[in-house]
């Protein structure tokens, strides 16, 4: 079902998948990564682990953040705090559905980041987190002016930075997102959560090191880390079909 949520002015556009002839059931909510989205209409690890997530009784919701997708904004205005603002919003929709009975959170790279920080503001309503990849070291890059491969100057930033994804596509970050990365409170945010974690990593992710990880490992109170050796930020060098799985096991064991 797809549904839309309103943030301050923006329509943000999302998927609702929730199994039939059930009263009541959890659901997860989904948060995609940098230059990504929902993956609405084609085979993502985002509807992989919806489809994997609802033969095991449980729903799920994924959204375009803003400025990515079918959601409204420019990517050029997008920042790490816009999507925990996004993520605000989406919550808030999910605790208003009667029939849920618990809530967990899923995210990949900057979602997951995402998805880590939001899972500590909403520490008393979700149970459970998992996070792929997740890009915590965002603040670290922005402090010494580095920004997915280009260097900047951290003190006077540029008004943009041009990217390109992995299908070619052009994207430019802008600097709001610079500006408002150094500072970012992710694991003073994300150690506020206590329920049970899974955080799956490739060892040869090169657009995020591992010590991210480390670092979550040191701070969260109830983990477990999966390193998974050769892996890439992407998670499907070796098998995201098996990734997934092990992400959507974890989600629905009792």
């Given at each position: 079902?797809e549904i ?128 792929l990849a ?112 092990k992400a ?7």
């Open positions: 079902m839309s949520l309103k943030r301050d002015g923006l329509t943000l556009r999302g998927t609702l998948v929730k199994p039939d002839n059930v009263e009541k059931c959890p659901i997860t909510v989904i948060f995609h990564g940098l230059m990504g989205d929902r993956a609405a209409n084609r085979v993502s690890m985002h509807s992989m682990l919806a489809e994997k997530l609802l033969a095991r009784g449980i729903a799920s919701v994924r959204f375009d953040f803003s400025g990515h997708g079918e959601s409204d904004g420019d990517f050029s205005d997008m920042s790490v705090l816009g999507e925990i603002l996004d993520a605000n919003v989406i919550m808030q929709y999910v605790r208003s559905l009667d029939w849920v009975t618990d809530i967990y959170i899923f995210g990949h790279s900057q979602g997951g980041l995402v998805g880590g920080m939001t899972a500590g503001y909403f520490r008393e309503c979700v149970s459970k987190l998992v996070m997740p890009a915590a070291t965002i603040p670290d890059d922005a402090l010494r002016g580095y920004a997915f491969g280009n260097v900047y100057d951290c003190v006077y930033p540029p008004e943009n930075i041009h990217m390109v994804d992995i299908t070619g596509r052009d994207f430019y970050l802008g600097q709001t997102y610079m500006r408002t990365a150094r500072t970012l409170p992710v694991y003073e945010t994300t150690s506020m959560f206590t329920g049970k974690t899974l955080i799956i990593h490739g060892t040869a992710d090169e657009a995020v090191g591992t010590i991210a990880t480390d670092r979550y490992a040191k701070c969260l109170k109830n983990v477990t880390v999966d390193f998974r050796r050769g892996d890439n930020h992407g998670l499907d060098a070796i098998s995201l079909d098996e990734v997934v799985e959507a096991l974890f989600l629905a064991e009792e």
